[in-house]
T-cell receptor, first 112, second 116 residues
Framework: GDSVTQMEGPVTLSEEAFLTINCTYT??????LFWYVQYPGEGLQLLLK?????DKGSNKGFEATYRKETTSFHLEKGSVQVSDSAVYFC???????????FGGGTRLMVKP | GAVVSQHPSRVICKSGTSVKIECRSL??????MFWYRQFPKQSLMLMAT?????????EQGVEKDKFLINHASLTLSTLTVTSAHPEDSSFYIC????????????FGAGTRLSVL
């Protein structure tokens, strides 16, 4: 079945550092790929998405490129802020039923 | 953007009581709603998928008589935790999706249930 693997956290960075959170997936066909962010005590918010190979999703300085050849969708940000501290989930949707398959989540901690 | 409201955000109840959690799509019609459970520092576990007007589809290992789901309209789904016990304490999150195909799921803010 479909699966999503993302790097284990926590990832601890200093403010203005470069961020990469790796995400790879296993799926048949052509899934849509998503990054969701969860701030403490809250639900998930959609951060960005990509629906086909070579698409780049971007939002709030974050970006991720759908790489079918490496089955990856790594999240990057050039300069993180303390307010980016949260848990980030990579997910895929590969069926008409709209079910999401989530990675395990990666906690990001940004220190001033 | 699409907004999903989940209520209550936090509930504390005694063991043996039932708790109802509401999930509403405020500005769109949700053909499908999903209910997730999240344990501390873990990912989301899909509990069930509900489509308006039909019975929910439960994931393996989720007791349908324990977690009652009602998707009464295109904007409202409810999850009732019946006869709650301390092991049911968790963070419950709903999401809603429009139409069919690989559409985006919009998430509620979650409900933290604590059973004493």
């Amino acid at each position: 079945g479909d699966s999503v693997t993302q790097m284990e956290g926590p990832v601890t960075l200093s403010e203005e550092a470069f961020l990469t959170i790796n995400c790879t997936y296993t799926a048949t066909g052509y899934p849509s790929l998503f990054w969701y962010v969860q701030y403490p005590g809250e639900g998930l918010q959609l951060l960005l998405k990509a629906t086909k190979a070579d698409d780049k999703g971007s939002n709030k300085g974050f970006e991720a490129t759908y790489r079918k050849e490496t089955t990856s969708f790594h999240l990057e940000k050039g300069s993180v802020q303390v307010s980016d501290s949260a848990v980030y989930f990579c997910a895929l949707n590969n069926n008409a039923g709209n079910m999401l398959t989530f990675g395990g989540g990666t906690r990001l901690m940004v220190k001033p | 953007g699409a907004v999903v409201s989940q209520h209550p955000s936090r509930v504390i109840c005694k063991s043996g009581t039932s708790v109802k959690i509401e999930c509403r799509s405020l500005d769109f019609q949700a053909t499908t709603m999903f209910w997730y459970r999240q344990f501390p520092k873990q990912s989301l576990m899909l509990m069930a998928t509900s489509n308006e007007g039909s019975k929910a589809t439960y994931e393996q290992g989720v007791e349908k008589d324990k977690f009652l789901i009602n998707h009464a309209s295109l904007t409202l789904s409810t999850l009732t935790v019946t006869s709650a016990h301390p092991e049911d304490s968790s963070f419950y999150i709903c999401s809603a999706s429009t139409g069919t195909g690989k559409n985006i799921q919009y998430f509620g803010a979650g409900t933290r249930l604590s059973v004493l």
